[in-house]
């Protein structure tokens, strides 16, 4: 029967499937109901060592809908980091191994551009038990204004001293998360994992304005009247967010052998999950899915991978992980492919033309028939 089972880096998780970093993992009591639905790994929303700097707006959401419909298949958030406290952040996760000491706990964080600061919140969360971290160098709205976020991981420099100075006291393993806004997200990648980061995360949201409200010609969310570019999620980023990883994974193999992937945008189903899996990712991360169906949604999820696994006769997530990548290749090899296809099936039709009557052959009488035929 197949297993859902993964080791990634060391860590041991039930299921592939982990809480992203944001409102399905903002404090203590929801992850811990994430834990007792059957989550993977849960990520914490991104903590700070100055939280008091962090405030949020309501609203700080606005959807898309699928036209003549209710279902929501893009999402905008201007949500920021935590706004609660560091110290109770520490109590709070304490609290959360202890009752779950089993289950991966993996702390997001972001700092400024300071040195201190990073290996201050690494040996903190350390301190209280997190079994891994993720580094948010991708929020694209907000934060960047104090140089953190997107604003570090738009700049490859940038991300590789920042993450090397995270390698250089944590003990537990890192894991980068990747911004979508770049040109080529294969070099944020590779300043990650030259760095010494375990694994990357992508993608975080897309920056993005989510629409305009036609009575009021303001765009939405609107705050007094006024909004900013926010990040984009949903359904509506999977192929994105497919492409992203697929091109992180070639990365993987052709540099960086044994690095982590966890893949990030519009999972909603198993069958979403598998696609990333194929496409190279080790884990699949929900955030906004959780938002739309709840934490209940870890049962379907496990639901739809096994089945997937069991309809393909595969045992472990590692027979098929990466599977797909191999069937990505150039425009120009496309049409050498295609050449090739199209003149060796001339070739054998030309074989069966029947030329001068002592070539007929009872065994393909048929068949030269249809070879001599103009339509």
């Not at 995270?166 to 806004?181: E, G």
Request: charged share 25%; proline share 5%; glycine share 10%.
């Amino acid at each position: 029967m197949p297993t859902l089972e993964i080791n990634v880096d060391g860590l041991k998780l039930p299921n592939p499937f982990v809480i992203g970093s944001g409102p399905p993992g903002t404090n203590g009591n929801v992850i811990g109901k994430a834990f007792d639905e059957g989550w993977g790994a849960v990520i914490c929303k991104t903590i700070s060592l100055e939280a008091d700097k962090v405030t949020n707006v309501q609203p700080r959401y606005a959807r898309l809908r699928a036209q003549g419909s209710d279902e929501i298949i893009g999402w905008e958030n201007i949500e920021l980091i935590s706004d609660r406290p560091f110290s109770v952040w520490m109590d709070e996760l304490k609290a959360v191994k202890d009752k779950y000491p089993e289950r991966v706990l993996i702390a997001s964080i972001m700092e400024e551009f300071r040195k201190d600061a990073w290996a201050e919140i690494v040996e903190r969360c350390e301190a209280v038990g997190v079994d891994a971290f993720e580094l948010n160098f991708s929020c694209p709205h907000g934060l960047p204004e104090r140089k953190m976020g997107s604003a570090m991981g738009e700049n490859p420099e940038i991300l590789h001293e920042v993450a090397g100075w995270v390698n250089a006291v944590a003990t537990k393993p890192v894991w980068a998360k990747m911004t979508p806004n770049v040109t080529h997200i294969e070099d944020p990648a590779r300043a990650a994992f030259r760095a010494g980061c375990e694994g990357v995360s992508a993608i975080n949201t897309i920056r993005s304005v989510l629409g305009v409200n036609l009575e009021t010609l303001r765009p939405e969310p609107s705050v007094e009247g006024y909004t900013t570019p926010g990040g984009y999620s949903c359904r509506a980023v999977l192929p994105i967010a497919l492409r992203m990883v697929m091109e992180i994974a070639k990365v993987v193999r052709g540099e960086f052998p044994g690095r982590s992937i966890s893949g990030i945008g519009g999972v909603e189903t198993g069958e979403d999950a598998a696609q990333f899996i194929l496409l190279g990712a080790d884990t699949v991360q929900v955030c906004t899915g959780v938002m739309k169906h709840g934490y209940g949604l870890i049962h379907p999820l496990c639901d739809g991978l096994l089945k997937f696994m069991d309809k393909h006769k595969f045992e472990r997530i590692d027979e098929f992980r990466g599977h797909s990548v191999q069937y990505f290749t150039t425009h120009f090899d496309l049409v050498k492919r295609q050449r090739e296809s199209r003149e060796a099936a001339k070739a054998k039709h030309d074989a069966k033309m029947i030329r001068a009557d002592d070539q007929w052959s009872g065994d393909e009488f048929v068949q030269q028939s249809d070879a001599l035929a103009r339509g």
